[in-house]
């Protein structure tokens, strides 16, 4: 059964920072494409970031210069760090991972980020 399990989020004032990981129990995790999604209360989920196989990466706008996505393919676990937070970046965020970018088939059960202001 595949699992895929978020942590690292929490309540960080804005400029702050946090490191979200998600923890894959999919094989082999080398060969799938990752990504980051969040979805802040009354609005739709939005891309955030995404590693493929090959390391390379992409970013939403909004998050571009201040989200920083990585993988570690040996403890099959993908990191989001993200710097400079905002109050706009309130939301659940959620790791997914796709054999076939971007066919996601696999969602994690999300972590919830809240910014201050």
């Known amino acids: 059964q595949v699992q895929l399990i978020e942590s690292g989020g929490g309540l960080v004032q804005a400029g702050g920072s946090l490191r979200l990981s998600c923890a894959a129990s999919i094989r082999p995790f080398s060969s799938y494409s990752m990504g980051w999604f969040r979805q802040a209360p009354g609005k739709e989920r939005e891309f955030v970031a995404a590693i493929w196989s090959d390391s390379t990466t992409a970013y939403a706008d909004s998050v571009k210069g201040r989200f920083t996505i990585s993988r570690d393919n040996t403890k099959k676990t993908v990191y989001l760090r993200t710097n400079s937070l905002k109050p706009e970046d309130t939301a659940v965020y959620y790791c997914?991972?796709?054999?076939?970018?971007?066919?996601?088939?696999?969602w994690g059960q999300g972590t919830q980020v809240t910014v201050s202001s």
């Open positions: 997914a991972a796709a054999y076939r970018a971007p066919n996601y088939a696999y």
